[in-house]
């Protein structure tokens, strides 16, 4: 996660990590927030980029 963070040119971060994908969910989470802030997307294990809506 902090390589996609940090790199420029990559805009989003993919993992199958059923922890790192039901805490973007988790209201109690700040990994969303900083993905937000950061222009970054996540992708779940389908290759399908998860709604921050």
Same mark, same amino acid.
């Given at each position: *996660?902090? !390589? $996609?963070? $940090?790199? #420029?040119?990559?805009?989003? +971060? *993919?993992?199958?990590? #059923?922890?790192? =994908?039901? !805490?973007?969910?988790?209201? #109690? /989470? #700040?990994?969303?927030?900083?993905?937000?802030? $950061?222009?970054k997307y996540f992708?779940?294990?389908? =290759?399908?980029?998860? /709604? +921050?809506?």
């Amino acid at each position: *996660m902090a !390589s $996609a963070l $940090a790199d #420029k040119e990559c805009e989003g +971060f *993919m993992t199958r990590d #059923k922890k790192i =994908l039901r !805490s973007i969910n988790d209201p #109690k /989470s #700040k990994i969303k927030e900083v993905f937000i802030r $950061a222009g970054k997307y996540f992708y779940n294990e389908e =290759l399908e980029r998860i /709604s +921050f809506d």
